[in-house]
Nanobody, 128 residues
Framework: VQLQASGGGSVQAGGSLRLACVASPGSSIGAMGWFRQVPGKEREFVAAVRWSSGEAYYAGSVQGRFIASKDNVERIVYLQMNSLKPEDTAVYYC???????????????????????WGKGTQVTVSS
């Protein structure tokens, strides 16, 4: 399974960006999610969408500003990022969990949140 993310770029604080990630065929989808990483720090969870229900889960730092959603036909997950802050600057990675039993408890189990496949990152830079 290959994951291809797009939509990164540079924006001023307060602006918006929308990321998209397309998953190639080859596995079931329990969830797709977004993570981010800055140099010298661990990768952190941002948001995930449970595929069966479309329900989204967020890190506290982005709750209320970011919206994760899925395409109901294609294997695409989106991340609408609003009210961006300089601290949102990072490389953003999309990921896929193939287990159809994926649920929010995976967010507490490990830092990878039960994800099995990872895409290459896309840079998001927010200037003040």
């Amino acid at each position: 399974v290959q994951l291809q993310a797009s939509g990164g770029g540079s924006v001023q604080a307060g602006g918006s960006l929308r990321l998209a990630c397309v998953a190639s065929p080859g596995s079931s989808i329990g969830a797709m999610g977004w993570f981010r990483q800055v140099p010298g720090k661990e990768r952190e969870f941002v948001a995930a969408v449970r595929w069966s229900s479309g329900e989204a889960y967020y890190a506290g730092s982005v709750q209320g500003r970011f919206i994760a959603s899925k395409d109901n036909v294609e294997r695409i997950v989106y991340l609408q990022m609003n009210s961006l802050k300089p601290e949102d600057t990072a490389v953003y990675y999309c990921a896929l969990a193939y287990s159809l039993h994926w649920g929010p408890y995976f967010l507490r189990q490990s830092k990878s949140a039960g994800m099995d496949y990872w895409g290459k990152g896309t840079q998001v830079t927010v200037s003040s």
